[in-house]
């Protein structure tokens, strides 16, 4: 057995240099290689060759390559394993002539791993196109595993060098990210990723290796358990994200994985290294978001069970700053609970998007995050003082003093600004000339029901129903459904809600539906076309919705109508549900609303034959923008381009408004854009009196109505939109800045 060969070579005290040469010699033997060779990265982000069998003895120490150079700078810049058959026409290869490796076709190669940190990298060479299959990977993973060590023990290069190979300034820096959760925090970093430490990586029992991972596990469970009992996480999808981490403790695939490498001579702990490096070497490439969510999860598991098998404490030890602001590559949502609260301010993750558990978690607790950010663990280091503005989207690190004082006024100003907001809860959001608008608010997880009553809003104008079904692993039963949105009733006690019907497709993937594989997403098969190809589906939320209201009113709203037919056919699958409850006796819905989503550009010129079939009509200026500039709303770069107040779009809502509302029909806006105090300004006076919006937009919106007078605004704009072509932007904030509207 290699492992053991290793450990007897190891063990004989030999020099190291000698023992790198010996673990050569085996590797190439043990492999049927030509070549095996260890390089190991030096200050300066350069990898030099330590020791080779089989390539050019004098290139020892000579051959010195950047991190992604070649085809083993490529491999430790990704730290992931290559395996090719034909090595030189990978575009990455880079040949040096002082090795004479010329005539070796294929090349298979492991990065050297400690703690997520790439220390070397350990490759095998042959002459013939040789295919390396999955077994030999994970041989040289391994191997590359029992040499981390080495070099972690400074036998190789020495323990300053390697604590300095990321190379970190020590100057302020702005990092930019995506906004995972909204608010601005202030804290003194602390670094998540545990850097878990593996002393021992061959096992001298496995039985009892075997029986240490048992006891970990159940430990483990032990954990989960308890957050699950804690009080906030009783309800909600929050509690659901923890039980499908659950899951995977008890997932049986998993669990074999690890007996397996344990059964060949690892480590409790290597072995738990081990299944998570190969599922990561898997899946890792992978951009289905559902299985990045899973290996983040067992990312969590992963560490949650070294931390137990090596002994040693989370973040929750002492010692921890009473502001902290965690910064991980990743992190799952069991990980996020294990920080103390009461001193938790934000966090910051390499990657991450706005849908991922730990952001899911994060939003119940209110703490700011700021995703995506890039190698932002490399560039922080522990204790530095660190700014997650979650509503710009952006990390300062190590921030000037006076960048810091302008922060701690920013919150100061924010909670303020919340406190002003709270005291006009109770107001009416009427104009000062008594036109009283509709505020609604827009939501998608039990969670932010919580702002209704905060707000004091009017109802839900837009409940994206999608979100639960997101974060599950398999489609919600009728059952689940009902439950969920009669909460939502319940909550808002009697305050009119509007259910939007699944909205998936493209991005928004549903891990138990085959992948979409769209070229254009946001034009593709999503939202209601799914709906009316796969009618089961939507029938079963359509019963779900009637199901919880029970008699109550309801509200339905179809996204993403293109045609007039398509809502004539989501309705008919709505009366078929209703004839069933009908003859099952449930009590039919005391008001029964049905609305569409005006998003799709082409509905304007529909308006005459599809009015007498709505009871409201719904524009999604998100999606509305994006189709009428075809500029696609994810993309930075054009997303910013096209200006909500140009006349391009308020002629058009002018004109849609002006068709639907004399139909005796309600429009409402619940895009982004009606939560802008000027855009919402410019709605108002186009006629629009129902806004639907993220919670905290209520406030500043019903501040800027109640000092408006609608008349004035009304004639302004009117006029303002005569003009050439040019956004109101400007025009407006002049008239706002006139007339004491507050924006
Ligand atoms: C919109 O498109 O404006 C909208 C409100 O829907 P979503 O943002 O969920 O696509
Ligand atoms: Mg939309």
Same mark, same amino acid.
């Given at each position: 057995?290699?492992?053991?060969? $290793?450990?007897?070579?190891?063990?004989?005290?030999?020099?190291?240099?000698?023992?790198?040469?010996?673990?050569?010699?085996?590797?190439?033997?043990?492999?049927?290689?030509?070549?095996?060779?260890?390089?190991?990265?030096?200050?300066?982000?350069?990898?030099?060759?330590?020791?080779?069998?089989?390539?050019?003895?004098?290139?020892?120490?000579?051959?010195?390559?950047?991190?992604?150079?070649?085809?083993?700078?490529?491999?430790?810049?990704?730290?992931?394993?290559?395996?090719?058959?034909?090595?030189?026409?990978?575009?990455?290869?880079?040949?040096?002539?002082?090795?004479?490796?010329?005539?070796?076709?294929?090349?298979?190669?492991?990065?050297?791993?400690?703690?997520?940190?790439?220390?070397?990298?350990?490759?095998?060479?042959?002459?013939?196109?040789?295919?390396?299959?999955?077994?030999?990977?994970?041989?040289?993973?391994?191997?590359?595993?029992?040499?981390?060590?080495?070099?972690?023990?400074?036998?190789?290069?020495?323990?300053?060098?390697?604590?300095?190979?990321?190379?970190?300034?020590?100057?302020?820096?702005?990092?930019?990210?995506?906004?995972?959760?909204?608010?601005?925090?202030?804290?003194?970093?602390? $670094?998540?990723?545990?850097?878990?430490?593996?002393?021992?990586?061959?096992?001298?029992?496995?039985?009892?290796?075997?029986?240490?991972?048992?006891?970990?596990?159940?430990?483990?469970?032990?954990?989960?358990?308890?957050?699950?009992?804690?009080?906030?996480?009783?309800?909600?999808?929050?509690?659901?994200?923890?039980?499908?981490?659950?899951?995977?403790?008890?997932?049986?695939?998993?669990?074999?994985?690890?007996?397996?490498?344990?059964?060949?001579?690892?480590?409790?702990?290597?072995?738990?290294?081990?299944?998570?490096?190969?599922?990561?070497?898997?899946?890792?490439?992978?951009?289905?978001?559902?299985?990045?969510?899973?290996?983040?999860?067992?990312?969590?598991?992963?560490?949650?069970?070294?931390?137990?098998?090596?002994?040693?404490?989370?973040?929750?030890?002492?010692?921890?700053?009473?502001?902290?602001?965690?910064?991980?590559?990743?992190?799952?949502?069991?990980?996020?609970?294990?920080?103390?609260?009461?001193?938790?301010?934000?966090?910051?993750?390499?990657?991450?998007?706005?849908?991922?558990?730990?952001?899911?978690?994060?939003?119940?607790?209110?703490?700011?995050?700021?995703?995506?950010?890039?190698?932002?663990?490399?560039?922080?280091?522990?204790?530095?003082?660190?700014?997650?503005?979650?509503?710009?989207?952006?990390?300062?690190?190590?921030?000037?003093?006076?960048?810091?004082?302008?922060?701690?006024?920013?919150?100061?100003?924010?909670?303020?600004?919340?406190?002003?907001?709270?005291?006009?809860?109770?107001?009416?959001?009427?104009?000062?000339?008594?036109?009283?608008?509709?505020?609604?608010?827009?939501?998608?997880?039990?969670?932010?029901?919580?702002?209704?009553?905060?707000?004091?809003?009017?109802?839900?104008?837009?409940?994206?129903?999608?979100?639960?079904?997101?974060?599950?692993?398999?489609?919600?039963?009728?059952?689940?459904?009902?439950?969920?949105?009669?909460?939502?009733?319940?909550?808002?006690?009697?305050?009119?809600?509007?259910?939007?019907?699944?909205?998936?497709?493209?991005?928004?993937?549903?891990?138990?539906?085959?992948?979409?594989?769209?070229?254009?997403?946001?034009?593709?098969?999503?939202?209601?076309?799914?709906?009316?190809?796969?009618?089961?589906?939507?029938?079963?939320?359509?019963?779900?919705?009637?199901?919880?209201?029970?008699?109550?009113?309801?509200?339905?709203?179809?996204?993403?109508?293109?045609?007039?037919?398509? $809502? $004539?056919?989501?309705?008919?699958?709505?009366?078929?549900?209703?004839?069933?409850?009908?003859?099952?006796?449930?009590?039919?819905?005391?008001?029964?609303?049905?609305?569409?989503?005006?998003?799709?550009?082409?509905?304007?010129?529909?308006?005459?034959?599809?009015?007498?079939?709505?009871?409201?009509?719904?524009?999604?200026?998100?999606?509305?923008?994006?189709?009428?500039?075809?500029?696609?709303?994810?993309?930075?770069?054009?997303?910013?381009?096209?200006?909500?107040?140009?006349?391009?779009?308020?002629?058009?809502?002018?004109?849609?408004?002006?068709?639907?509302?004399?139909?005796?029909?309600?429009?409402?806006?619940?895009?982004?854009?009606?939560?802008?105090?000027?855009?919402?300004?410019?709605?108002?006076?186009?006629?629009?009196?129902?806004?639907?919006?993220?919670?905290?937009?209520?406030?500043?919106?019903?501040?800027?109505?109640?000092?408006?007078?609608?008349?004035?605004?009304?004639?302004?704009?009117?006029?303002?939109?005569?003009?050439?072509?040019?956004?109101?932007?400007?025009?407006?904030?002049?008239?706002?800045?006139?007339?004491?509207?507050?924006?």
């Amino acid at each position: 057995m290699l492992l053991k060969r $290793l450990r007897d070579t190891m063990a004989r005290g030999v020099s190291a240099e000698e023992t790198l040469a010996e673990v050569v010699r085996l590797v190439a033997n043990e492999m049927v290689a030509e070549v095996c060779s260890i390089y190991i990265l030096r200050a300066g982000e350069v990898l030099e060759l330590f020791a080779t069998q089989g390539l050019n003895p004098s290139a020892v120490h000579r051959t010195r390559l950047r991190v992604g150079e070649g085809l083993v700078g490529d491999i430790a810049a990704h730290g992931r394993p290559l395996a090719l058959a034909d090595a030189q026409s990978h575009p990455q290869f880079a040949y040096r002539p002082e090795t004479g490796e010329e005539v070796f076709h294929s090349l298979a190669g492991v990065p050297i791993l400690r703690a997520g940190r790439v220390l070397g990298v350990l490759v095998v060479q042959n002459r013939t196109r040789r295919q390396y299959d999955e077994e030999e990977v994970e041989t040289l993973q391994t191997i590359a595993m029992v040499l981390a060590e080495m070099v972690a023990a400074g036998r190789l290069v020495s323990p300053n060098e390697v604590q300095q190979v990321d190379g970190i300034g020590l100057l302020p820096l702005r990092v930019d990210g995506v906004q995972l959760t909204s608010g601005v925090a202030i804290g003194r970093a602390v $670094l998540h990723e545990p850097r878990i430490v593996i002393q021992r990586v061959v096992a001298e029992d496995v039985g009892a290796e075997q029986e240490r991972f048992e006891e970990a596990l159940a430990s483990v469970r032990e954990d989960v358990d308890r957050m699950l009992e804690a009080h906030d996480m009783q309800s909600g999808e929050h509690r659901e994200v923890l039980e499908t981490f659950r899951m995977f403790v008890d997932d049986r695939g998993w669990r074999e994985r690890v007996r397996e490498a344990i059964a060949s001579g690892l480590t409790a702990e290597a072995g738990v290294q081990r299944a998570f490096d190969d599922v990561r070497t898997r899946l890792g490439q992978s951009t289905d978001p559902y299985i990045r969510e899973r290996l983040s999860d067992l990312q969590d598991l992963t560490n949650r069970l070294l931390l137990r098998l090596t002994g040693r404490t989370n973040g929750e030890s002492g010692g921890q700053p009473e502001d902290m602001v965690v910064i991980a590559r990743d992190m799952g949502p069991a990980e996020l609970l294990d920080y103390d609260r009461s001193r938790l301010r934000g966090v910051v993750l390499e990657e991450g998007s706005a849908l991922s558990h730990v952001a899911i978690v994060a939003r119940a607790l209110d703490i700011p995050v700021v995703g995506r950010a890039p190698s932002v663990l490399s560039r922080v280091e522990p204790g530095d003082t660190i700014v997650v503005d979650g509503d710009s989207a952006q990390v300062l690190v190590r921030p000037s003093e006076d960048v810091v004082q302008t922060i701690y006024a920013a919150i100061d100003a924010r909670a303020e600004r919340r406190r002003k907001y709270a005291a006009l809860r109770d107001l009416p959001p009427a104009t000062r000339d008594q036109a009283r608008v509709g505020l609604y608010m827009n939501a998608g997880l039990l969670i932010d029901m919580q702002h209704l009553e905060e707000t004091g809003a009017d109802g839900i104008g837009l409940y994206r129903t999608e979100i639960p079904f997101m974060v599950r692993s398999e489609f919600p039963d009728v059952e689940a459904q009902a439950w969920l949105y009669s909460r939502v009733l319940d909550i808002a006690d009697g305050r009119p809600v509007t259910f939007r019907t699944l909205d998936v497709g493209g991005d928004k993937v549903l891990p138990y539906v085959d992948a979409f594989g769209d070229e254009n997403p946001a034009m593709g098969w999503r939202a209601i076309r799914i709906g009316l190809d796969r009618p089961a589906m939507l029938r079963r939320q359509l019963r779900a919705m009637l199901q919880a209201a029970n008699g109550r009113p309801l509200s339905i709203m179809f996204p993403m109508i293109a045609d007039v037919s398509e $809502l $004539l056919a989501a309705r008919r699958l709505l009366e078929l549900e209703l004839d069933r409850a009908r003859r099952r006796g449930l009590p039919e819905p005391e008001r029964l609303r049905v609305g569409i989503m005006f998003e799709v550009p082409a509905l304007a010129w529909q308006l005459d034959s599809l009015l007498p079939h709505v009871d409201f009509v719904s524009v999604g200026t998100n999606d509305l923008m994006q189709f009428l500039f075809a500029a696609d709303r994810g993309n930075a770069r054009v997303s910013a381009r096209y200006d909500t107040l140009s006349p391009a779009l308020l002629r058009l809502l002018h004109f849609v408004v002006e068709k639907v509302r004399p139909a005796g029909v309600e429009i409402t806006v619940c895009g982004e854009m009606a939560g802008r105090p000027v855009e919402a300004l410019a709605l108002l006076a186009i006629g629009v009196r129902t806004l639907s919006m993220s919670p905290g937009a209520i406030g500043p919106v019903k501040a800027m109505i109640r000092s408006l007078d609608l008349t004035e605004a009304s004639a302004f704009v009117s006029s303002a939109l005569t003009q050439p072509d040019r956004p109101l932007r400007e025009t407006l904030r002049l008239f706002a800045a006139d007339h004491a509207v507050e924006i």
